[in-house]
């Protein structure tokens, strides 16, 4: 059973960065697409990042397009949000998602929740004005 778990949030300073670790244990990642959702309180969960396996296709949220990548080390089973010029309105959990996406469809502009099957428990990031 694919289990996820992320790490690497903390509390920073407008303007820093972080960078999250999605490492994945029990299955190997080859053909899954990660995405990185965010919920700040009181908000609804929204997509932030999407990577495939293959190609791989990636895709951003606008708020974070420029500021934000996501790559995937396929040695370590793990996926990487690197989040730079960080602004308070980052503030969230952040989540990691999988899904078995063996013909890459699933990344798209869109990023949404539905298709993914697997979550980790989340880690908090926090940007201080």
């Known amino acids: 059973q694919l289990q996820l778990v992320e790490s690497g949030g903390g509390l920073v300073q407008s303007g820093g960065s972080l960078r999250l670790s999605c490492e994945a244990s029990?299955?190997?990642?080859?053909?899954?697409?990660i995405a990185w959702f965010r919920q700040a309180p009181g908000k609804e969960r929204e997509g932030v990042s999407c990577?495939?396996?293959?190609?791989?296709?990636?895709h951003y949220a606008d708020p974070v397009k420029g500021r934000f990548t996501i790559s995937r080390n396929s040695a370590k089973n793990t996926v990487y949000l690197r989040m730079n010029n960080l602004k308070p309105e980052d503030t969230a959990v952040y989540y990691c998602?999988?899904?078995?996406?063996?013909?890459?469809?699933?990344?798209?502009?869109?990023?949404?929740?539905?298709?993914?099957?697997?979550w980790g428990q989340g880690t908090q990031v926090t940007v201080s004005s």
């Open positions: 990577v495939s396996y293959g190609a791989p296709v990636t």
């Open positions: 029990g299955i190997t990642l080859d053909y899954y697409t």
């Open positions: 998602l999988a899904a078995y996406d063996p013909y890459e469809g699933i990344c798209t502009t869109e990023i949404n929740e539905g298709p993914y099957t697997s």
